[in-house]
C-alpha cells in the first residue's frame, strides 16, 4: 500500500460544525479520498486533551466513549453521530511509543472532545472509521510532540490516516466575538483581519509548503520562535498538532514531498483556520461541484 497523507487540520471554533464553509467542503473530500482507498483507520492529535508528567502521554482506550457537548451548534449536528473506537490501534499505538521512550498508557475514561469529533463528523459523515486519539503532553514541548509523530510514521506504510487538528491562527482572547453575535455568524468581519494574524498565518504557510523532511521539523519549531507567535497562540496547546505533523511527514523518506495549502476559512476576524495536506492518496477523488 501506498504511503498515506496527513492532515494538519485547523479546526476553528466550534461553529465550524454547524456551519458550511470551504474548509467543511476539503474535510468531506478528504474523507472520501480516504475511503476510497480503503483507509484502516485514523490517529488523531488534538488540542484539548493533555495529560501530567515528563514523557507522560496517554492514549484513549474508552470502548464507547461519548462526547462533549459544545456551545453555539444544534444537538442534532453531533449527538446522535457514532463514535468508533480503534481499541486494537489504541494499543499498537501504546507499545510504538513505549519502545520510543515514552511514558505511554490507555485512558479508558476519556470522552471524546470536539477538535476531533468535530473533523470527524465533517470527513465521515456517513460513519465513522476505527479512530485513534492521543493526548498533548501538558509541557508543550514541540519536541516531544514532534517525536511523538515520527515515532508513529511508519502507520502511514500500512493505510493509517494521521491528522493533526489544532489551529494556524488560534487566540481566543484576540477574537472578536461582537460581530458574531451581533450577526450571529462566526464568519461575520466588520474590519479585516489583523497585521499579526495575517503575517503568522503566512508564515505558517510558507514552512508548510517550502520545506520537507527534517527541514520541515526543524522550521516548523522555529515557528515557536516567531516574534508574532503569542499574538496568534496565547497558549501552547493548538500548535502542539502541527509538531505532530511534522514529525509524521518530516522522515529522510518525506524530502520532497511538500504541504498544500488545500482550503482557509477566517472566523471571528482573527482565527485563521486553514487546512493543509501534505502527501496524496494513489486515487483521488473529484471535488464536489
Known sequence: ?????????????????????????????????ALANGVKGVVMMGAHWDCVGPSRIEVSTNPNPGKSPVAYVHPSKYVDYKLVPDLE?????????????????????????????????????????????????????????????????????????????????????????????????????????????????????????????PKLRRAMTRLMKHPRFRDAHATDDHFMAAMFVAGAAGGEEDTGTYGQLKAETWELTNMCNSQFTIGGWSRTVPAAA
Request: hydrophobic share 35%; charged share 20%.
Open 1 to 33: 500500500m501506498a504511503t498515506t497523507p496527513v492532515h494538519f487540520f485547523s479546526h476553528g471554533s466550534t461553529m465550524m460544525l454547524g456551519e458550511e464553509s470551504e474548509s467543511a467542503d476539503y474535510w468531506k473530500k478528504c474523507g472520501d479520498e
Open 89 to 213: 490501534g489504541a494499543q499498537r499505538c501504546i507499545r510504538m511509543l513505549s519502545a520510543d521512550g515514552f511514558d505511554a498508557s490507555g485512558n479508558d475514561k476519556f470522552e471524546w472532545i470536539h477538535d476531533t469529533y468535530l473533523i470527524l463528523i465533517r470527513m465521515f459523515p456517513g460513519g465513522c472509521p476505527p479512530t485513534t486519539i492521543l493526548s498533548l503532553n501538558s509541557r508543550f514541548d514541540p519536541h516531544f510532540h514532534m517525536k511523538v509523530g515520527a515515532s508513529l510514521r511508519s502507520l502511514r506504510d500500512e493505510g493509517y490516516l494521521l491528522i493533526g487538528t489544532g489551529g494556524a491562527v488560534h487566540n481566543l482572547y484576540r477574537n472578536r466575538w461582537a460581530p458574531m453575535v451581533k450577526y450571529s455568524d462566526n464568519f461575520a468581519q466588520e474590519t479585516p483581519p489583523e497585521d499579526w494574524a495575517m503575517e503568522f498565518r503566512q508564515s505558517v504557510e510558507d514552512v508548510i509548503t517550502n520545506n520537507s523532511g
